[in-house]
C-alpha cells in the first residue's frame, strides 16, 4: 500500500499523449502578409494618391462649375407685409401672397429642380424627430385612430380627437406654396410648369408611407379618417391635401413625405417641383430672362429667426451645387503632395542610408 | 494512512486544543474541525443564475450599465432606445457567465480528483514504540498553525501518556521511505503546509490597475463632457429653444434649465460608449486565446516527462511580456538535482574523458543507470592498481548513505545529499559495492567479495570543517582514516610527501572546477592501533561532555585528520537543466534580472552561479552581507532593507543563499514594493509557493514529483529553459496584442463617440445620436468585434525567431511603452482629429446637396448612414495599419466584417423589416438610396484618406526619425544562428559542496537504528526530499527515522545569510 500522494489527473495512454498537436494555428505559424511601412511602398503611394487627389477634384469643379443655382431669400424685402402679418397668430388664417422677382443671365440648361430652403429650422432637434408615428403613416388602422404616445403634445386635439399624421413633424409642415412664372425678352409672362410629383423617394411614397386600407371601392379617403383630426397648424385634413390625384393625397403626399424626412441640420432645402421640360421653351430648360415667384407666404419663421428662401438648380451626375467636395480635393491632393516631398527629403536625410537604423 | 481518517467542519470560535479521539467519530465530530474534503466549487445548478448575476453585477462596469440602462427607461432622458444596451448587456453577461460556468466546472473535476486522491490533507501522529492498534488513543495537541519545525502534543493510551513533537508528525505530501505501511492518526484538515502557503491573492495585471485609473479617468471626462453639453443646451434652450416652441412645445414644468439637466443625463446615455461594455470582456477573450498558445505550444512541452506547458491563469499574460525581475529557485529548477559522477583524478592521473560508455556487465550489483565514459578507468580497477582500489574503497566507506536491499542485487540508497548518492554509487559501479551498514559496521562487496569493515568512529561534516572522516577496521585488522572534504582544507592536511602529487591534482581540480564540477579532495592515512586506542578514549570523554562539546570534538577531529595521504579527487556534476546558461544570458540581454533566491548553502550557490553564467571569472568583487544573528534575515528587517535593496540592485547577479520560504516572499515583497517593476518567481518545490504567490507571475516546474508549487502558480512548464520562450515570445506578443488592442479599442470608440459630440453643436444640444440606433448597438459587438480579436489573437510584429536574436524586443514592455498614458492620450487626440473629420467632412459635403435625381440625401437618415459607414471604414483601415501579420483568419474577419456591416444595414433597413416593426426600423430606404450616390462615395475615399494618411506619415516619419528598437530589428539582417556556447575557462576552485546542514553521522553510529538485518526494510519515515525544503534547517529537517533527536542539535553554525555578488564595475570601485 504505497500511498500515491498526488494522483496524476488523467492516465496517460502513450509516452507523447500530452503532446500538443503541430498545427499551424496552434504554434503560431499560420502564414500571413506582414506589411511594412517603406519607402518603397509609402513614397509611391503618397505621390498616387496626391496625384488621384488632385485629379479628382480638378474633374469635380469642372463638373460643378457646369451646374447653375439661384437663390432667392423671401423671408422679408417684398414680402414684409406677410412677414408681419404671421406675426400675428389671430390672423394665421388670413391668406397672405407676395411675389419676389429675379432675372436668370445664363439659361439653365437640363432638368432644372425647384427647392424650398429654411434657415434656422431645427428639425434635428431629438424631440421633434422622435414625435412621428411611422406606424400610423404607415396606415396601420390600429394606429391612425390610436396614435403612438411619442407624437406628444400632438397627439390628439383638446376634444380628445386623435390627430392624424401625429407629432410635431408633421403638425409643423411647411405650408407655403409657389407659383413660378416666366417673361423672357419680348413674350408675355407665362407659368412655369413644375411637376409636384416624383419629388420623393421610391421608398418613402411605395413603401414607408401608406394610406390605410380603403375597406370597398365605394369608401372615400375621408371616410377612413373619420374619427380623426387634422394636425393643429393645418388648414386642411390630410385627406384633402390634394384631392384632385388620389395617388398623391393622405398620407402619400408627396410634399408630406418630402416634409417627413427630417433634416439633418438646421439650413436644409426641401424639393419642390421639377421643371416640367415638355412644353416650349422650357424643352432646353430655364431660359435666361426675367422670373418671378408668387408665394402663398403661411410658414412662420420669426418664431425662431429664421429665413425662408427658393432655389432653383439643374444638377451635375454627384448632385447639387456643392462646391466642397471639389475644393476638398483639390486642398488634400495638394496636402498630400507637400507631405510627400517632406517624406521624401525626410528619406533622402535620414532613413535612406540607415545610419538611424544602426543599433 | 486512511485508516483513521476522520472529519471535521469548521469551528468558529478560536481554536486553543484540539482533542482528538482515535476511531470515535461522533466524539471528533463534535468539535466540527474542518473536513478534509477540498471544496472549490462555487455554484450548484440552481443557485448559478442569480449567484452568478449578482457577483456580475458587483463589477463595476456591469452596474455602471445596468444604471445606464434603467436611465434609459425614462422616457424624458432616454435619447437611445433600451435594446442599445440590453443587446450587449446580455450578450457580456452570458459570455461571462459562461466562462464562469466552465470554470466551476473545470475546478469541481480538480476537487473531485484531488478528493479522491488524497485520502487526507493530513499531519499523522506516529507512535514512538508502537502499541498496536490503538482503540481508544486520545490525542491533545496544538490547533492548526503554520510552523513547520514545531509541534507539541500528548497522546494518552490506556492511562500511558506519551509526548508528541515534529518529529513524529507526517506533513502534507511526503511519501513513506523504507517501510510499507503505518499506523497515523488524522490531526488536521487545514494542514500546516497549507498555512505556510501565504495568502493567496488575487492577482492583477499591470495593464488591469492603468485600465483602471484610465477607465476612472474617462468617467470624469464623461461627466465634463456631458457637462458642456448640458451648458450647451440651457444656453440653446434660452436663446433659440424658446423661439421654436411654437413648432416643439415644452413639457409642463420643463424649463431651459430642467431640460439641461435632462440633456445631461441623456449625454451620458449616448456618450457611454466610451467605456464600452465589450471592452472587459474582450479584454478576457484575448488572455485566455494567448493562454491557449502556451498550452499549446510544442517548444515547451518537455517529452521526456510528457509535460506541455500550462497557463493556469488566464488573466496574467499581458505581463510576461513586462518581467524586470526574475526570482529562482536552484535545485530542481536551475538543475535538476541529479548528481552524476563525472570525472576523478587517482594518484595523479585524470579519468573521465569522454569516450565510449562503459558497460558494466562484468560487475552484477552495477547500477545501469550510471554511466561513465572512460573505460581506462575500469582497467585501471580491473588491473588492480591499489591506489585506485583504495580511491574507490574510502568512496565506499566513508559516506552516511543507508542501503535498502529488498530483493537480492537490487540495492536503493538513501543518501542525505545527492553528492554523496552520486560518489557511492560510483564506487559501486567500480566494484566497491556498499551493501548495508549497521551502527559498528560497513559491509562492502570489494571486487565480488564480501568484506566487513568496522566502523569505529565517524568525524562528521559540518559547514566549518568541510570534511567528514570515517575510521574503520578491515577483516584484515587494519586501521585506517579515510576523509573526503574540499581541497583547500585537505590539502592543509596532508603529508608532506603528497607535494608532488598535489600539484598535479590541483592542476586537475582547477580544470575540473573550470569545467562548473563540484571537486572534492579524497585522502587516506593509516592509524597506529595504541594511537587510536588513546584518541578513541579521549573521543568518548569529549563525547559525553556537558560543557563546550562540540569544540572539544572538534580539536580532537582536527588531532587525527593530519598527515594524511591524497588520493586524489573526485568531481561532480550538479547536473543543470538543459539551456539553462543559455537561457540566462538572453535573459540578461532583455534587461531582466535573475535573482537565486535558494535555501541552499553559500558554496553550493555560489558553484551554481558560475556553473549557470551568471557569475563569472571578472567578477572578482564577491562580498557577502551576513545576518547571523536570529532566524529572521536581518536584512529584510524594517531599516535594512532598503539598503539591502540598493546594495542588491547595485549588483549583476544576486543569490541569497539559506533564505526560508518565507524571507524568499519577503525579498520578493520588497523589490514589488520599492522597485515598481514586474517580477516573475519560478521554483518547483513547496518551499517556492509564497514566493510564487508573492510575485506578480509565478511559475513551477511541473512534471517532477512534488505539485505543490505548480498548484499556486499562474504557469507551469517541465523545463526551466522554457521561461526564455514564455517571456521573449508568449509575453511579448500578449504585451504587444493587449496594447495594440487597447489602444485600437478606445481609438474607435473614441473616434465612434466625439461624432456625437460635433453633432450637439447643430442639433441643439438636444442629444441626438449621429448615427442609427442599430449601428450604435451593433457597431462594437459585430461590426468591429471580430477585426480587432484577431488582430489581438494572431498579430506578431516580429516572429519568434526574431525575439530570441534580439532579445532586446522585450525592453519596452518593461518600461510600458506600448501603452501608458501618455499612449492613452495620443490615442484620444488622434480619436478627435478622426472624429472631427468623420463629422466635418460629410457635413460640408451633404449639408447643400441633393442626389443625382434632385432628391433629397442631406437629410437626418441619409447623413447618419453616411457618417457610419465612413466610420466603419475609417476604423476598418486604422486596424489594418496597426495589424503588422495578416493572416487568412485576419482577412477574413477584416472584409467579413465589412461584409457584414453591409449586409446588416441593408437587412435592416429592407422594407421586410420596416413593415413588420415600423417603430423599430424607420431607416427604411436609407442604403439603397444614399449608397447609390457617387458623391457619398466621394465622401468616404476622402474621410478615409485624410483619417489615415497623415497617421502614415507620421509613423513613416517615426521610423525615419526616431526608430525604435523595433524598426531596427527588423531592417537588421537575420543574424547567424545562435553561437555555441563556449564553456568558461576558470581558475575558481568549487568547494565541498553538500546540500545538507549536518551528516548522518549521529544517526549512523546510534544504537538504536537498524535493529534487524539489512535485506529485511527497516521501518521509518523519510519526507520526500523535494518538498520538505522550508524549514530554516535546509532539507533535512523533517528526518526523523525512529525518533532520533536530531533536531536537537544547536544551529549556530546555520545561521541565515545573504550573499551577494557584484562586479567592481558596477559598485565603481
Known amino acids: ?359 | 494512512m486512511s485508516l483513521f481518517q476522520l472529519d471535521f467542519a469548521k469551528k468558529k470560535e478560536r481554536e486553543l486544543e484540539r482533542k482528538l479521539k482515535a476511531n470515535d467519530r461522533e466524539y471528533n465530530l463534535s468539535f466540527k474541525y474542518a473536513t478534509n474534503a477540498i471544496k472549490t466549487s462555487k455554484y450548484n445548478v440552481f443557485t448559478f443564475l442569480p449567484l452568478n448575476l449578482f457577483e456580475q453585477f458587483q463589477r463595476i462596469a456591469n452596474a455602471y450599465f445596468l444604471i445606464l440602462l434603467l436611465l434609459q427607461l425614462i422616457p424624458a432622458i432616454s435619447s437611445l432606445s433600451w435594446f442599445t444596451t440590453v443587446v450587449p448587456l446580455v450578450l457580456v453577461l452570458s459570455v461571462t457567465a459562461a466562462k464562469d460556468a466552465t470554470d466551476d466546472i473545470v475546478s469541481i473535476n480538480i476537487a473531485s480528483n484531488k478528493n479522491t486522491c488524497i485520502p487526507s490533507s493530513f499531519c499523522p501522529s506516529l507512535l514512538p514504540v508502537p502499541p498496536l492498534p490503538f482503540p481508544e488513543g486520545e490525542v491533545r495537541c496544538e490547533p492548526p498553525n503554520n510552523r513547520l519545525d514545531r509541534f507539541t502534543g500528548t497522546l494518552n493510551n490506556a492511562g500511558q501518556k506519551y509526548s508528541l513533537d515534529n518529529n513524529r508528525i507526517l506533513l502534507r505530501g511526503c511519501t513513506l521511505r523504507n517501510t510499507d505501511w503505518c499506523f497515523g492518526l488524522v490531526l488536521f484538515g487545514e494542514t500546516k503546509l497549507m498555512k505556510n502557503c501565504g495568502k493567496t491573492t488575487f492577482k492583477r495585471t499591470s495593464v488591469d490597475r492603468l485600465m483602471n485609473v484610465l477607465v476612472l479617468c474617462i468617467f470624469g471626462f464623461l461627466a465634463v463632457m456631458c457637462t458642456i453639453l448640458a451648458i450647451g443646451n440651457r444656453i440653446w434652450e434660452q436663446r433659440w429653444g424658446s423661439d421654436f416652441t411654437a413648432f416643439l412645445p415644452r413639457e409642463d414644468g420643463v424649463n431651459a434649465s430642467f431640460s439641461a439637466f435632462l440633456t445631461f443625463w441623456s449625454y451620458i446615455i449616448i456618450l457611454n460608449t466610451v467605456v464600452p461594455i465589450s471592452l472587459y470582456v474582450s479584454m478576457e477573450v484575448i488572455r485566455l486565446g494567448n493562454s491557449f498558445y502556451i498550452d499549446w505550444d510544442r517548444n515547451m512541452y518537455h517529452a521526456h516527462s510528457d509535460t506541455p506547458a500550462e497557463a493556469r491563469t488566464t488573466t496574467l499574460n499581458e505581463e510576461l511580456g513586462q518581467i524586470k525581475y526574475i526570482f529562482s529557485d536552484k535545485t530542481g529548477t536551475l538543475t535538476q538535482n541529479i548528481m552524476t559522477f563525472n570525472k576523478c583524478s587517482i594518484n595523479g592521473k585524470s579519468y573521465g574523458e569522454k569516450h565510449k560508455t562503459v558497460d558494466w556487465s562484468f560487475n552484477p550489483l552495477a547500477d545501469q543507470r550510471f554511466s561513465f565514459h572512460d573505460h581506462s578507468l575500469v582497467e585501471a580497477v580491473k588491473l588492480e592498481s591499489p591506489e585506485v582500489h583504495t580511491f574507490f574503497r574510502l568512496l565506499s566507506l566513508c559516506h552516511t548513505v543507508m542501503a535498502e536491499e529488498k530483493r537480492e542485487g537490487e540495492l536503493l540508497y538513501q543518501a542525505q545529499s545527492p553528492d554523496e548518492g552520486a560518489l557511492v554509487t560510483a564506487a559501486r559501479n567500480f566494484g566497491f559495492v556498499f551493501r548495508s551498514r549497521t551502527p559498528e559496521s560497513v559491509t562492502v562487496v570489494e571486487m565480488g567479495k564480501q568484506r566487513c569493515y568496522d566502523l569505529l568512529a565517524i568525524l562528521d561534516f559540518n559547514n566549518v570543517r568541510k570534511r567528514m572522516s570515517v575510521i574503520v577496521r578491515s577483516p584484515e585488522g587494519k586501521l585506517c582514516l579515510y576523509c573526503k572534504g574540499a581541497d583547500t582544507i585537505i590539502y592543509e592536511r596532508l603529508h608532506q610527501s603528497c607535494s608532488k602529487l598535489m600539484d598535479i591534482t590541483t592542476e586537475h581540480l582547477n580544470e575540473y572546477a573550470g569545467e562548473g564540477l563540484r571537486t572534492l579532495a579524497l585522502a587516506c592515512k593509516d592509524l597506529d592501533e595504541k594511537y587510536f586506542k588513546e584518541w578513541q578514549q579521549r573521543h568518548h570523554v569529549a563525547s559525553t561532555a556537558l560543557e563546550d562539546r562540540e569544540q572539544k570534538l572538534d580539536l580532537l577531529y582536527e588531532e587525527i585528520e593530519k598527515d594524511l595521504m591524497l588520493l586524489g579527487a573526485t568531481a561532480i556534476e550538479d547536473k543543470l537543466q538543459d539551456g539553462v546558461p543559455q537561457t540566462i544570458e538572453q535573459l540578461s540581454q532583455a534587461d531582466i534580472k535573475i535573482w537565486v533566491l535558494t535555501g541552499d548553502k553559500q558554496e553550493t550557490a555560489e558553484n551554481i552561479g558560475y556553473s549557470c553564467n551568471m557569475l563569472r571569472e571578472e567578477m572578482n568583487d564577491i562580498f557577502i552581507v551576513s545576518a547571523n544573528n536570529t532566524d529572521d534575515a536581518y536584512a529584510l528587517d524594517g531599516s535594512m532593507e532598503l539598503l539591502f535593496l540598493r546594495v542588491a540592485c547595485l549588483c549583476k547577479t544576486v543569490i541569497c543563499c539559506r533564505v526560508t520560504p518565507l524571507q524568499k516572499a519577503q525579498v520578493v515583497e520588497l523589490v514589488k514594493k520599492y522597485k515598481q517593476a514586474v517580477t516573475l518567481a519560478i521554483g518547483d518545490g513547496a518551499n517556492d509557493v509564497s514566493m510564487i504567490k508573492a510575485a506578480h507571475i509565478g511559475v513551477g516546474i511541473s512534471g517532477q514529483e512534488g505539485m505543490q508549487a505548480v498548484l499556486s502558480s499562474d504557469y507551469s512548464f517541465a523545463q526551466f529553459r522554457y521561461l526564455e520562450r514564455l517571456l521573449l515570445v508568449h509575453g511579448r506578443w500578449s504585451y504587444l496584442r493587449m496594447c495594440k488592442f487597447l489602444s485600437y479599442f478606445f481609438y474607435k470608440n473614441f473616434t465612434f463617440t466625439f461624432v456625437h459630440l460635433w453633432y450637439a453643436f447643430f442639433c441643439g444640444f438636444s442629444a441626438q445620436t449621429v448615427y442609427d440606433e442599430w449601428f450604435i448597438t451593433l457597431y462594437n459587438l459585430v461590426y468591429t468585434a471580430l477585426p480587432v480579436l484577431g488582430m489581438s489573437l494572431f498579430d506578431q510584429d516580429v516572429n519568434d525567431m526574431w525575439s530570441f536574436q534580439h532579445p532586446k524586443l522585450y525592453v519596452p514592455g518593461q518600461l510600458n511603452q506600448y501603452f501608458s498614458k501618455t499612449a492613452f492620450f495620443k490615442c484620444a487626440l488622434h480619436s478627435v482629429y478622426s472624429s472631427v473629420v468623420l463629422f466635418f467632412i460629410p457635413y460640408a459635403a451633404m449639408y447643400d446637396t441633393v442626389r443625382s435625381d434632385g432628391k433629397d440625401i442631406a437629410d437626418y437618415q441619409s447623413f447618419a448612414l453616411l457618417t457610419q459607414t465612413c466610420l466603419v471604414f475609417t476604423v476598418c483601415i486604422q486596424l489594418g495599419l496597426d495589424m503588422s501579420y495578416w493572416t487568412a483568419v485576419n482577412q477574413l474577419f477584416v472584409w467579413g466584417s465589412l461584409t457584414m456591416y453591409f449586409a446588416v444595414t441593408f437587412a435592416m433597413y429592407s422594407n421586410g423589416m420596416y413593415l413588420a416593426a415600423p417603430a423599430s426600423f424607420p431607416f427604411i430606404g436609407t442604403a439603397r438610396n444614399s449608397l447609390n450616390q457617387p458623391n457619398v462615395w466621394l465622401t468616404i475615399l476622402l474621410t478615409s484618406i485624410l483619417c489615415v494618411l497623415p497617421v502614415v506619415a507620421y509613423r513613416f516619419l517615426l521610423i525615419q526619425l526616431r526608430p525604435t528598437i523595433n524598426n531596427k530589428a527588423k531592417a537588421a539582417p537575420l543574424p547567424p544562428k545562435r553561437r555555441a556556447k563556449i564553456r568558461r575557462s576558470s581558475t575558481r576552485r568549487s568547494g565541498y559542496a553538500f546540500s545538507h546542514a549536518q551528516g548522518y553521522g549521529d544517526l549512523v553510529t546510534s544504537t538504536r537504528f537498524l535493529r534487524r538485518p539489512a535485506i529485511v526494510p527497516s521501518s521509518g519515515f523519510t519526507l520526500l526530499g523535494r518538498t520538505t525544503g522550508f524549514s530554516p534547517m535546509g532539507r533535512s529537517a523533517g528526518y526523523s527515522p525512529t525518533g532520533h533527536a536530531q533536531n536537537n542539535r544547536p544551529r549556530d553554525v546555520e545561521a541565515t545569510s545573504l550573499q551577494m555578488y557584484s562586479t567592481a564595475q558596477t559598485l565603481g570601485l
Not at chain 1, 24 to 29: E, Y
Not at chain 1, 65 to 94: I, L, P, W
Not at chain 1, 321 to 345: D, E, H, K, W
Open chain 1, 1 to 359: 500500500m504505497a500511498p500515491t500522494i498526488m494522483g496524476k489527473p488523467e492516465v496517460n495512454p502513450g509516452p507523447l499523449a500530452r503532446r500538443p498537436d503541430n498545427s499551424a494555428f496552434k504554434q503560431q505559424r499560420l502564414p500571413a502578409w506582414s506589411p511594412m511601412l517603406t519607402a518603397n511602398t509609402v513614397l509611391p503611394f503618397f505621390y498616387g494618391m496626391a496625384v488621384v487627389c488632385i485629379l479628382l477634384g480638378v474633374w469635380l469643379l469642372i463638373t460643378v462649375n457646369n451646374t447653375h443655382q439661384h437663390k432667392v431669400d423671401y423671408t422679408q424685402g417684398s414680402c414684409d407685409e406677410c412677414f408681419e402679418m404671421r406675426k400675428d397668430r389671430t390672423k394665421a388664417d388670413q391668406r397672405c401672397n407676395c411675389t419676389v422677382g429675379f432675372r436668370i443671365h445664363d439659361a439653365f440648361k437640363g432638368d432644372v429642380f425647384f427647392y424650398y430652403g429654411l434657415i434656422n429650422f431645427h428639425q434635428n432637434l431629438r424631440q421633434y424627430m422622435d414625435s412621428r408615428d411611422d406606424g400610423q403613416m404607415t396606415g396601420r388602422k390600429a394606429h391612425l385612430k390610436n396614435p403612438s404616445p411619442y407624437c406628444k403634445p400632438f397627439v390628439a386635439d383638446q376634444n380628445g380627437l386623435p390627430i392624424a399624421p401625429c407629432g410635431a413633424v408633421a403638425n409643423s409642415i411647411f405650408n407655403d406654396s409657389f407659383t413660378l412664372f416666366y417673361t423672357g425678352e419680348g413674350s408675355p409672362k407665362v407659368q412655369v410648369p413644375l411637376f409636384r410629383k416624383g419629388i420623393a423617394w421610391y421608398t418613402d411614397k411605395n413603401v414607408k408611407f401608406r394610406n390605410p386600407q380603403v375597406d370597398n371601392k365605394t369608401q372615400t379617403l375621408a371616410q377612413v379618417f373619420e374619427g380623426t383630426t387634422r394636425p393643429l397648424f393645418w388648414q386642411k385634413p390630410v385627406y384633402d391635401l390634394d384631392p384632385r390625384d388620389p395617388n398623391n393625397n393622405g398620407f402619400i403626399n408627396e410634399d408630406l413625405i418630402v416634409w417627413m424626412r427630417e433634416a439633418a441640420f438646421p439650413n436644409f432645402k426641401k424639393l419642390y417641383g421639377v421643371l416640367d421640360r415638355t412644353r416650349k421653351p422650357f424643352k432646353e430648360g430655364l431660359p435666361s430672362g426675367n422670373y418671378s415667384i408668387q408665394i402663398f407666404y403661411n410658414f412662420p419663421v420669426q418664431y425662431f429667426r429664421g429665413g425662408k428662401e427658393v432655389i432653383l438648380s439643374t444638377i451635375s451626375w454627384f448632385g447639387g451645387q456643392n462646391r466642397f467636395l471639389p475644393i476638398a480635393y483639390l486642398v488634400t491632393g495638394s496636402l498630400i503632395l507637400l507631405l510627400a516631398i517632406l517624406l521624401t527629403a525626410v528619406w533622402w536625410k535620414f532613413g535612406k542610408n540607415g545610419q538611424n537604423m544602426e543599433e
